[in-house]
């Protein structure tokens, strides 16, 4: 357990702790972090989750098991936004984002960094699932209906070119149909986005840390609770869901390993995109991404 918390999970949560420490310290200004997330949020993302999609084989995934997780998140969601909108009283968008918190976990640029290093890319395969639905999918659903949300002023055919030309949506929806239709991007490309791409997680991480310094880390009713469910009830529900069923132990064990992770950054990203208050989700991320630290190490 030390092992791993030492060699493999605190490398990729030290960029994080890196942007709070400077943060704190004044190196880095909030205006600079913002506009390095911007950055990493409609450039470099893109350039990780295209080759990602388009180099999986959907024939090794189990699609029992990625839907038993995903029907985790679909419950927790609605139970997190009801508790978020109805007994804390925050704003609808804030509460959707903060229900997003607890249900879309950092897979992407935390725990596939993670899994890679202790298990090797065979072993990580369930991850690589994980990493799958939550970039093509849930993390398109978040973009598409916070956007709307946002602007609801706007009408049908502006909405639909906003969400038409997010860099991130074209990458995850170029990835799937080069995918499935059997095209090959072309090599240089892959390589330019490879290049690209490896820089996402650590500046996102780091970016994400700068801002989040500026923010008070007492925990309020709201960030205590969103915290519980991420932390606690989540992988406790997919750790149930997954007794349905047969599958390779491995499955079960990652998908676990998956839900217990820290509060994704995207829920950051899209609240910093569209001028949404931070001062409960900002802490979320922070006490999920301290506190997991421990949980992680011990179920890897």
Known sequence: MLYVLTHNILPVFSMLALGVLLGRLGKISRAEATAVNRVAFLVLQPALIFPLINGLNWADFRADAIGLYAGCQITLFVVSY???????GREPLESW???????????????WPISFLIYGETAALPISGLVAWDSAITFA??????????????????????????PVLIAIVLGVLSNVLH?????????????????????????????????????????????GLKLLAFPALVWAALHLGDRPPSWNTLLVLGAAGPSGAMAFSLAMLHGVRTENLAPVIIWTSTLSLFSLAWLA
Do not use: E, K
């Open 97 to 111: 984002l903060l229900a997003m918190a607890t249900i879309f976990v950092n897979t992407l640029l935390y725990i």
């Open 183 to 227: 095209i090959p991007p072309p090599q240089p490309l892959l390589n330019a986005m490879q290049f690209a791409g490896a820089g996402a997680s650590p500046m996102t991480l780091f970016a994400l840390g700068v801002i989040l310094s500026g923010h008070s880390l007492v925990p309020s009713p709201t960030v205590a609770t969103m915290t």
């Open 82 to 88: 009801t508790i978020a909108r109805r007994v804390l």
């Open 141 to 166: 659903f978040f973009i598409v209906t916070t956007d709307l949300m946002a602007n609801r002023q706007a009408s049908p055919a502006q909405s639909l070119r906003r969400v038409a030309g997010n």
